[in-house]
C-alpha cells in the first residue's frame, strides 16, 4: 500500500520538524498538514500506534 507509507512517511518528517521548534506560523501549517495526514490514514482504516498505545 504505497499511499499509506508516503502518509506515515510524511507524518514522521512533519513531526521531527516540530521537534526542531519551528516558527508559529510555520507550526501552524504542519499541524494542519498533521491533522489533514491522520484524517486521510482513519478514511484508509489504519490506526495511529500511539494513540492505540494511550488506549491501552
Known sequence: ???I???LTEKEQLL?????????NER???QAL???I???LKLLGVQD???ASADE
Open 34 to 36: 498533521l491533522a489533514k
Open 16 to 24: 521531527a520538524r516540530l521537534d526542531s521548534e519551528p516558527g508559529e
Open 49 to 51: 500506534s500511539a494513540a
Open 5 to 7: 507509507a508516503k502518509l
Open 28 to 30: 501552524v501549517q504542519i
Open 38 to 40: 491522520e484524517t486521510a
Open 1 to 3: 500500500m504505497p499511499a
